[in-house]
Nanobody, 125 residues
Framework: QVQLVESGGGLVQAGGSLSVSCAASGRTSSSYTMGWFRQAPGKERDFVAGINRSGSSTRYADSVKGRFTISRDNAKNTVYLQMNSLKPEDTAVYYC??????????????????WGQGTQVTVSS
């Protein structure tokens, strides 16, 4: 099993920046495809960004492309999401997720096997 714990959420003004982290523990001797999802009140959980095992391939939702950057440090078993130029519509609970079987970033939550508890990101106007 893999345990994922997000951190770094908080309150930020529109136009500002915030970085959230996801630390993995448990069966972490090997790396996994990782994704970030977010869920705003009254909305579905949507894909934000993903990164393959080596970090050589990334994928972003159109709504965050050019503003958010996903990265990972496999030595620390940690994946990051750097969020710049934040907008009020970015307000959501942000979740990290691990995909075990195939090293490809997918955009549906069903493609991931393990989930963190989420961290709240609130962008004020």
């Amino acid at each position: 099993q893999v345990q994922l714990v997000e951190s770094g959420g908080g309150l930020v003004q529109a136009g500002g920046s915030l970085s959230v982290s996801c630390a993995a523990s448990g069966r972490t001797s090997s790396s996994y495809t990782m994704g970030w999802f977010r869920q705003a009140p009254g909305k579905e959980r949507d894909f934000v960004a993903g990164i393959n095992r080596s970090g050589s391939s990334t994928r972003y939702a159109d709504s965050v492309k050019g503003r958010f950057t996903i990265s990972r440090d496999n030595a620390k078993n940690t994946v990051y999401l750097q969020m710049n130029s934040l907008k009020p519509e970015d307000t959501a609970v942000y979740y990290c997720a691990a995909r075990i079987i195939r090293d490809i970033v997918v955009v549906t939550s069903a493609g991931y096997d393990y989930w963190g508890q989420g961290t709240q990101v609130t962008v004020s106007s």
